[in-house]
Every structure is written in structure tokens, then in C-alpha cells.
Nanobody, 125 residues
């Protein structure tokens, strides 16, 4: 599975941005999709995930209420709608996919088998 992330850019604090993750697979609906991010000098951290069936969602506390993860299985695409962006949201955002995760593993980056190339989000104050 190849993942192509897009939608990053330079925005001001309080702005919104939507990231997209296009997957090259005919079995997209079988994959749990997630977004992680890595800020300069920091470790990669979990942002959000959406499960393959039923579409239940999970969020990091730092983005809950501001970010929304969704998926369109017909388009093989996952999205991350980001609102009220803050300077601390500045990072490279990566999408990830895996077909075999249980709920307890959703927030763990090394549990995901497939990764996109990352898209940079910069939020100015």
C-alpha cells in the first residue's frame, strides 16, 4: 500500500487546514488510518486514527475538539480537518495505515505497516 499525504502549508494561528491521504489499494476499507506528526527536535506523536470498520475515531488530547479525522472509502482517502490551529501544531504530518490493529495499538506508531511521505504544516503566531 502506498500513501500520499497532501494539504500542508503555512497558515496563521486560528486558521483551518485539511490534510488528505490518498491510498493506492482496492481494499482501503480494510485499513485503519491514522495521522501522526513530528515537530522539529521532538519525537513523532499520535494525532488521530479512524478504524477500518464502523469508522470509530480516536484523538490525542492535544487536538481533541479541534481536529477531525474522516475517511471516504469510495475515494480511498483519509482526511484530517484541522481547525483553530496553534503554533504548537507546527510539524510534519504523516498518514499511516494498517490492516490488523486492535484499539489498544492505534496510538503506537511502530504498529503501522504503511506510511506516507509527510506534509509540512506551519502555523505562525
Amino acid at each position: 500500500v502506498q500513501l500520499q499525504a497532501s494539504g500542508g502549508g503555512l497558515v496563521q494561528a486560528g486558521d483551518s487546514l485539511r490534510l488528505s491521504c490518498q491510498a493506492s489499494t482496492d481494499t482501503f476499507s480494510r485499513y485503519t488510518m491514522a495521522w501522526f506528526r513530528q515537530a522539529p527536535g521532538k519525537e513523532r506523536e499520535f494525532v488521530a486514527a479512524i478504524k477500518r470498520s464502523g469508522g470509530s475515531t480516536h484523538y490525542a488530547d492535544s487536538v481533541k475538539g479541534r481536529f477531525t479525522i474522516s475517511r471516504d472509502n469510495a475515494k480511498n482517502t483519509a482526511y484530517l480537518q484541522m481547525r483553530n490551529l496553534k503554533p504548537e501544531d507546527t510539524a510534519v504530518y504523516y498518514c499511516a495505515a494498517d490492516s490488523g490493529l486492535i484499539s489498544s495499538s492505534l496510538r503506537i506508531d511502530y504498529e503501522y505497516d504503511y506510511w506516507g511521505q509527510g506534509t509540512l504544516v506551519t502555523v505562525s503566531s
